[in-house]
């Protein structure tokens, strides 16, 4: 594996292929990003040409982690939030490749996420993490505070219940 690169991720038919293909192996695999396995590659091409377009009008930035020129992983920092809370932003669709996991590309990319969300006068993240096999103990470790869990809040991709957690961290005074 060559240095993982991150940038934010531009809305091009490979990236839009690249992003959809992670979608489909996470959710195959249990990630309960909000979706249901089995889960058609046009079902992401989909929600991933509706995230990119959100992002082309500033609502979001889709990060990528590139291994060489392989897409590896994604995080997405959501900025178009309520007129109430300009000062807020939220992570989500933290997605990792199954063989590029626990190589500390996700810490790498919620980093940048955080770098960029200061970039854009915010002071608070906010996020939520499936209770059974989410990824609490990365955002505990990257000084999330966990406000509580909320039982049967959605369904596992492969069916049943799992509980959310829902953290937050401010990442600088107002």
């Known amino acids: ?37 089995p889960l058609t590659l046009a079902e992401a091409n989909n929600f991933w040409t509706s ?25 997405t920092l959501l900025l178009s939030l309520p007129p109430n809370q300009p000062h807020r932003a939220e992570i989500a ?21 955080e770098q960029l969300a200061i970039e854009h006068n915010r002071s608070l993240l906010v996020l939520d993490t499936a209770q059974e096999e989410g990824a609490s103990g990365l955002y505990e470790k990257q000084s999330f505070n966990l406000t509580g869990i909320i039982p ?3 369904l596992k ?8 957690m829902i953290y937050w961290k401010r990442i600088r005074e107002k």
Request: proline share 3%; aromatic share 4%; no cysteine.
């Open 152 to 154: 049967d809040y959605a």
């Open 51 to 75: 995230s990119l377009a959100a992002a082309d009008r500033g609502e979001r930035i889709v990060l990528g982690a590139f291994d060489d020129d392989e897409l590896v992983a994604t995080v």
């Open 93 to 113: 669709k933290m997605m990792t490749r199954i063989s590029y996991r626990s190589r500390g590309i996700a810490k790498a990319l919620l980093q940048a996420a």
């Open 1 to 37: 594996m060559s240095e993982i690169k991150i940038k934010p991720l531009n809305n091009t038919p490979e990236t839009l292929t690249a992003l959809s293909t992670i979608l489909v192996e996470v959710v195959a695999n249990g990630g309960s990003v909000g979706f249901m396995h």
């Open 157 to 164: 991709p492969h069916g049943g219940l799992t509980a959310t």
